[in-house]
């Protein structure tokens, strides 16, 4: 069984109070990332027809501020699939709804994994790719997985050989003392 992108998509949008906002006066990135996870969830949990969790989430730059009184709109679509894992694409955007004025706020990528009642992963549909952008959005995930892969070798490398690594510590404000 294949589904498309278009039938997991999901689109909220929330008019951020000052109840969201921060110290600095604007909205929380913590609350961002809970709304963005429960997008994921949403999105996820369409495509499996499954309860799903966070496994991961990838890099999330917080590009603009946020502020109150803006309407937040986040876009999710499942840009992977893996045997119960989903990879899924969430994009950002504010709105002025005064001005009309809208900014990209920040995009990440939310590995969701599909789990039985008894908690095992389950098998989700497959991926039914209509458009170029939806092969360049899973060729993207593609190679974001094996980026982080090599990069776990790499780390591992430096623990298990660090006195070979300590050479390029010198580039850098730190003074070793051991």
């Not at 709304?35 to 949403?42: C, G, R």
Request: proline share 2%.
């Amino acid at each position: 069984m294949f589904k498309t992108t278009e039938e997991s998509r999901i689109q909220i949008s929330q008019l951020m109070l000052p109840s969201h906002a921060n110290f600095g006066g604007k909205i929380h990135g913590g609350y961002i990332l809970n709304l963005m996870d429960q997008v994921a969830f949403a999105c996820a949990s369409k495509h499996s027809g499954s309860y799903c969790v966070t496994a991961s989430v990838d890099k999330v730059d917080f590009r603009n501020p946020i502020e109150v009184g803006e309407l937040v709109t986040m876009k999710a679509s499942v840009n992977y699939v893996g045997t119960s894992s989903m990879v899924v694409g969430i994009r950002v955007d504010s709105e002025n709804i005064q001005t009309g004025k809208t900014k990209h706020c920040n995009s990440s990528y939310f590995t969701m994994v599909a789990l039985s009642e008894k908690g095992e992963g389950v098998k989700v549909p497959g991926l039914e790719l209509k458009s170029k952008i939806d092969a360049k959005r899973f060729l993207k995930a593609v190679s974001r997985r094996d980026n982080d892969k090599n990069r776990q070798k790499e780390l591992k490398a430096i623990y298990k050989n660090l006195d070979e690594h300590l050479i390029k510590l010198k580039h850098y404000r730190v003074r070793v003392d051991f």
